[in-house]
């Protein structure tokens, strides 16, 4: 995973960068759209836009698009896009 400019790999790292992102940040999710990811292996896109809470500040609008892909009878997040749509 990268935060800005920072890279996190492994399942440690990347629950202690979002354990430790601050308290008083919540997602709402506005909309949630998925559908296969491959005609070739059971994988899955995922579609979210919604807004980010921070504390009292206004909300900011976001969208998010992740590739889950089979592994062990579960699956991992292959890829994700994240992004603030502000401007």
């Not at 308290?23 to 292996?41: C, F, Y």
């Not at 500040?57 to 994240?82: E, I, K």
Request: aromatic share 8%.
């Amino acid at each position: 995973m990268s935060w800005e400019g920072g890279e996190f790999g492994g399942v440690t790292k990347i629950l202690e960068k979002l354990a430790g992102l601050p308290e008083g940040v919540t997602h709402k999710i506005d909309t949630l759209d998925a559908q296969p990811g491959s005609a070739t292996e059971p994988s899955i896109i995922v579609l979210v836009t919604g807004q980010l809470v921070i504390e009292n500040n206004p909300p900011l609008q976001f969208c998010q698009t992740f590739h889950l892909r089979p592994q062990d009878g579960s699956y991992y997040v292959a890829n994700d896009l994240f992004r603030l749509n502000v401007g």
